[in-house]
């Protein structure tokens, strides 16, 4: 309720009561000389944030429905009204618990119905009154009350605790602004004691306990020495506040003194014709730092290092030195920000706008925006690190979150970077000293919440002048950000405020230390339905406007795109499918120039004379079911591709040969299936001599390429257990898993990158680790349903799926396999090619640290 009454009767058009408007002075004739301690009954009104006083004249807005009910009928049957304050203000439906037993019996002057259905009447305190019992609840709250009589003598000690009263009353109308002197004065003359403390305890800014304690307090004289605790508890906040205007406004003072003084000498300097050059600069210095918003560490770093400038002749050597520093303090921002856009749709829009697919990307900038928009004091700037393969839109998404933040953004490539001081600065006792990479980005943003991209973090280096890894690990530290020193500066800067991300195409070369404080998001390598989608999206309507081509618009059929994302480009991202698109439309923006008919529609068949010859022929499945040749499945950055084995026997001593480049993992993983089709000899019908008579050479061809990575396992014991048993295995089914000396499949990584690519070759079926089954959640349903997955714990169901049943006797003449039809090799020379690495988009199993590259 609103407390300036005054105001309140003069906008509702009533006259203005006395001087002092809680009480009303023409009332006080009428009041009986005593009242009778008679039980009275009628409605109640319960009040919010409000106790009520005898001889108090308020306005009331009653709204709730019982409490309407209530007046109503307290008019219409001249009831008294009976005002009770509640408990709790929030509480709607009150009862009995919810409210004080001590009350104020009012009188309704006047009232007057709101447009809005409720009422507002102006209404004068008669006597205090006591709770006796609730005669009912509905529909309004009627009770039986005992009215309190108060004893109007005054006793010595009475008069004495009134003028002690007076006296501090006095001195809290002085000292606060909101109270009226004239309040004061009606207060000198009041005789009563009980009448004294209640209107100073009305007047006094106190909550609605304690002034209910004042009324429930019977007795006067308690009364009033109650009242005088609390106006000397008020007097000291009071007296505490007038010290501390009293300090600022001196502050103040001197300040504006220190000012005038100030223009006052550069007047007389100007008028003398003294002041230089060098005189001017340290005066604008000084200036620009007393109006810079500096913390006050760095404040006195800078006016100290301001009052040594002004102590040096001009052509000292240190005076460059001390004035870059200067500037350097002056121009970095530390305290200004942008304010987020925290509108959660809005986000989600500008980062679908600008980005196909990322779904766990984007999914973690909005809890980001979330939690910020709940607990804004709380929420720490989250520090994550996009892995993924080039081209996967990981540099271009920074900058879309901070589009749709709202905030600056700022990057700085780490790649190549070998020196510490590249990222904590060069100290100042060197010549030509800066600060750090970091500092120096900062300074470009002009802000302190930045979105700062650290692109290339697995790109650092590592010699005799440091290593930045470790410098990145305060910078990337929430628990020390807040402080982050730089060599130059010597001063703590706050980065706590900036939101950092970093980039990487592996996780392998970041330390453990610098990656346990980054958020790891995996960026997998795009599928050939969402690099089809961002092409329509994003890469032909942008070349169609960078080759002026608007008017003449080149269109793609969806056969053409896929003819090029399968024969022109091999890579996990799309950079290089934009480039064949930039090439074809450039061709088109010729043709235009020249005046020649338009190119309108690119189809398959316009490719070869476009971009000539397909570069990477697509993989596709054998032609025949063969003895020794079983097709696994690999994992490279540009994403999933086929891996056939292949085995011969000859006679010899049991020699095992490994070719095609192998690494350690994978000649191990060879050895171990060697050890299992022996161990199963009897089981699989293979006589025990074969092996000490027979040499074995297993090859996996492209051997310029190197591969390694355990998850070839069961593929090698699949063709090495098909030449020795002369069952040719299904052309139709691929394969991946680790395998163990027991026969047990081991789970692998980059499920979906290999069925991906068994999809794209034709195949019909994929045999997989039944532990891999999870992964199968990020799977196309496409590639679901055109593809049987077959998920085995055990290597008996793997040859159960791959091997045919024996050929017929004639067909067992030779167990030597033909040669395998030569395929020309999609990944670069000396790319690795590992069988098992996970890729970005699965976690890597716990038997696979391997390097980075593609894996089988």
Not at 329 to 344: A, I, Q, R, V
Not at 391 to 409: C, D, E, M, P
């Amino acid at each position: 309720m609103n407390r300036d009454w005054t105001e309140w009767w003069t906008q509702m058009g009533w006259s203005q009561p006395g001087f002092f408007p809680y009480f009303s002075e023409y009332e006080e004739a009428e009041e009986p000389e005593e009242q009778a301690e008679e039980i009275i009954e009628g409605p109640l009104l319960p009040l919010r944030d409000m106790v009520f006083f005898p001889r108090m004249v308020a306005p009331l807005v009653v709204a709730r429905p019982e409490s309407l009910e209530a007046v109503e009928v307290a008019l219409e049957l001249d009831e008294p009204l009976i005002a009770v304050a509640q408990r709790d203000p929030q509480v709607e439906e009150v009862g009995p618990e919810d409210l004080y037993n001590f009350g104020t019996d009012i009188i309704i002057g006047r009232m007057l119905r709101m447009p809005d259905g409720t009422l507002s009447i102006l209404a004068q305190g008669h006597q205090r009154v006591q709770i006796l019992e609730y005669v009912h609840l509905e529909p309004y709250i009627r009770v039986r009350a005992m009215p309190i009589v108060e004893p109007t003598e005054r006793s010595r000690m009475t008069e004495a605790l009134m003028r002690a009263v007076l006296n501090l009353f006095e001195r809290v109308v002085q000292l606060s602004p909101h109270l009226p002197e004239d309040l004061y004065v009606f207060a000198l003359n009041i005789r009563e004691p009980g009448w004294l403390a209640d209107l100073i305890t009305q007047s006094l800014n106190l909550d609605t306990a304690q002034r209910q304690e004042v009324l429930e307090t019977l007795d006067p004289t308690a009364r009033l020495q109650r009242v005088n605790v609390l106006l000397a508890k008020e007097l000291d906040v009071l007296e505490l506040q007038d010290k501390i205007h009293s300090q600022v406004q001196q502050e103040m003072d001197r300040s504006q003194r220190e000012y005038f003084l100030r223009e006052q000498m550069k007047a007389i300097q100007t008028e003398l014709g003294e002041t230089d050059t060098f005189t001017q600069e340290i005066n604008e210095l000084r200036e620009r730092i007393e109006q810079a918003s500096f913390p006050p560490e760095v404040r006195a770093q800078a006016e100290r290092e301001l009052a040594r400038l002004a102590a040096m002749p001009p052509m000292a050597p240190d005076v460059g030195i001390i004035r870059t520093y200067l500037d350097w303090l002056l121009e970095l921002p530390w305290t200004e920000e942008t304010e987020d856009n925290l509108d959660l749709e809005h986000v989600a829009e500008v980062l679908e706008s600008s980005h196909y697919g990322l779904p766990k990307a984007k999914e973690r900038i909005l809890e980001y925006i979330a939690v910020k928009k709940l607990a804004p004091e709380k929420m720490r700037s989250p520090i994550l690190c996009f892995v993924g393969p080039p081209g996967t839109g990981k540099t271009s998404l920074g900058q879309a979150i901070a589009k749709a933040l709202g905030r600056n953004f700022v990057r700085v490539s780490l790649g190549g970077v070998r020196d510490e001081a590249e990222i904590r600065g060069h100290r100042r006792t060197y010549i030509g000293a800066l600060p750090g990479r970091i500092i120096q980005t900062m300074r470009r943003a002009k802000t302190v919440n930045p979105v700062f991209m650290l692109d290339e973090v697995d790109k650092l280096g590592l010699d005799f002048r440091g290593d930045p890894a470790a410098a990145l690990l305060e910078v990337l530290d929430p628990e020390q950000n807040h402080a982050f020193s730089d060599h130059y500066l010597e001063v703590p800067y706050n980065l706590s405020k900036v939101f950092f991300i970093t980039t990487a195409n592996t996780l392998d070369p970041i330390p453990p230390a610098l990656r346990d404080r980054m958020e790891v998001i995996e960026f997998p390598s795009y599928v050939e339905e969402e690099k089809l989608e961002i092409a329509r999206r994003f890469l032909i309507p942008r070349q169609i406007e960078e080759n002026g081509l608007n008017g003449h618009p080149v269109t793609f059929t969806d056969a053409a795109l896929r003819r090029i994302i399968r024969e022109y480009t091999y890579e996990g991202g799309v950079r290089n499918l934009e480039r064949e698109i930039a090439n074809i439309c450039r061709k088109a923006a010729r043709r235009l120039a020249e005046g020649k008919k338009p190119l309108t529609r690119v189809t398959p068949a316009d490719l070869p004379r476009y971009l000539g010859p397909p570069r990477y022929p697509r993989d596709e499945a054998e032609e025949k079911d063969e003895i020794g040749l079983a097709m696994g499945l690999a994992w490279t950055e540009a994403g999933g591709d086929l891996m056939p084995v292949e085995v011969a026997l000859m006679p010899g001593k049991g020699n095992l040969t490994l070719t095609g480049q192998l690494g350690e993992v994978m000649q191990e993983s060879a050895q171990a299936a060697l050890s299992y089709a022996r161990s199963r000899s009897k089981d699989l019908g293979v006589a025990p001599d074969v092996f000490e008579k027979t040499d074995i050479h297993i090859h996996l061809p492209e051997g310029a390429i190197p591969k390694d990575g355990p998850s070839a396992g069961i593929t090698m014991a699949t063709a090495l257990i098909s030449a020795l048993t002369h069952r040719p295995v299904r052309r139709k089914v691929a394969m991946t898993g680790e395998i163990t000396l027991r026969g047990r499949v081991l789970p692998v990584g980059g499920i979906k990158e290999k069925l991906l690519a068994a999809h794209r070759a034709g195949m019909k079926e994929v045999v997989i680790p039944k532990r891999n089954q999870p992964d199968l959640v990020e799977i196309p349903r496409k590639v679901t349903r055109e593809l049987k997955v077959r998920m085995v714990e055990r290597m008996d169901e793997v040859l159960e799926v791959a091997l045919l049943p024996p050929q017929p006797q004639e067909a067992q003449a030779s167990a030597q396999p033909k040669a395998h039809r030569p395929r020309r090799s999609r990944a670069r020379k000396g790319e690795r090619v590992s069988p098992d690495a996970a890729p970005p988009s699965a976690p890597a199993p716990a038997s696979a640290n391997l390097p980075a590259g593609a894996t089988m």
